[in-house]
């Protein structure tokens, strides 16, 4: 593994520079009562500004705006799915469907799950064809946003169940790592879309004879592999960015 260890620190330090791209200076705030929640591109804010207001009902004036976006194909894949949106302290001041948080620079968190066999060799799922985004590419085991209202081991379960067909039960010393945030510009809206997430993640153990099996359809299939086949998909670009740099931390690779 020679190659790969040399290979390693260059690619996760250029990922941990795609990883650090912040909103730019030019996006329009996006304030609730003078409290920041995202960031709109300043070209897709003619079409927010009329529908933003600071009346009290955040919740009604944040789903209004999202049906709006929708309407005028502004949106990222619609899930039907809330997410909670938070000021700049992390106080929650209302949810939003999660199709349009890119768009709006909300800021979200995910938790992944990183699975080992017993032997240590590293379960990897593949991203379903049809996904939006990242279609086809290796991920972690488990990796799904925080719905609102969701602790993190909330979602942990669902995911881990929906993702892999796991029970928290099914698994083996299960630990969290130090979570990390990330922020790119994204595809969302036409180029227009940020994104801002924390990513919380975890290692688990599968036992002998517990194999995950997708609930969702969002999943490929699964591969159980070393840990140096797991470096050398990082290293030819058919892992997410997330899942990599997660993977890196999980099992001590050598982050900058």
Do not use: Y
């Not at 009290?56 to 799915?81: C, K, M, S």
């Amino acid at each position: 593994m020679d190659s790969v260890d040399k290979a390693l620190p260059s690619w996760l330090s250029a990922c941990a520079g795609r990883f650090a791209q912040v909103a730019d200076a030019h996006r329009v705030p996006l304030e609730w009562h003078g409290r920041r929640i995202g960031s709109v591109h300043p070209a897709l804010w003619p079409d927010v500004a009329p529908h933003w207001t600071n009346s009290d009902d955040a919740v009604a004036t944040l789903q209004a705006l999202a049906r709006h976006l929708r309407g005028i194909g502004r949106t990222g894949p619609w899930r039907d799915e809330a997410v909670s949106v938070r000021d700049a302290e992390g106080l929650v001041v209302g949810a939003i469907e999660r199709g349009v948080v890119r768009v709006l620079g909300i800021a979200t968190e995910a938790v992944h799950l990183v699975g080992l066999a017993p032997d240590g060799r590293v379960w990897l799922q593949q991203r379903a064809f049809d996904k939006a985004n990242d279609p086809g590419r290796w991920d972690t085991l488990m990796g799904g946003m925080v719905a609102h209202g969701e602790s993190l081991d909330d979602t942990l379960a669902r995911e881990t169940w929906e993702e892999a067909g796991l029970r928290i039960a099914d698994l083996r010393d299960l630990r969290w790592g130090r979570a990390f945030r990330m922020g790119k510009p994204t595809e969302d809206a036409g180029g227009l879309g940020q994104l801002v997430e924390t990513i919380h993640w975890c290692v688990a153990t599968l036992p002998d004879g517990v194999v995950p099996d997708n609930q969702d359809g969002e999943v490929a299939g699964f591969e159980c592999v070393e840990r140096d086949e797991a470096a050398r998909r990082v290293l030819a670009g058919t892992c997410t960015d997330e899942a990599a740099w997660v993977l890196a931390l999980a099992l001590g690779w050598p982050v900058p």
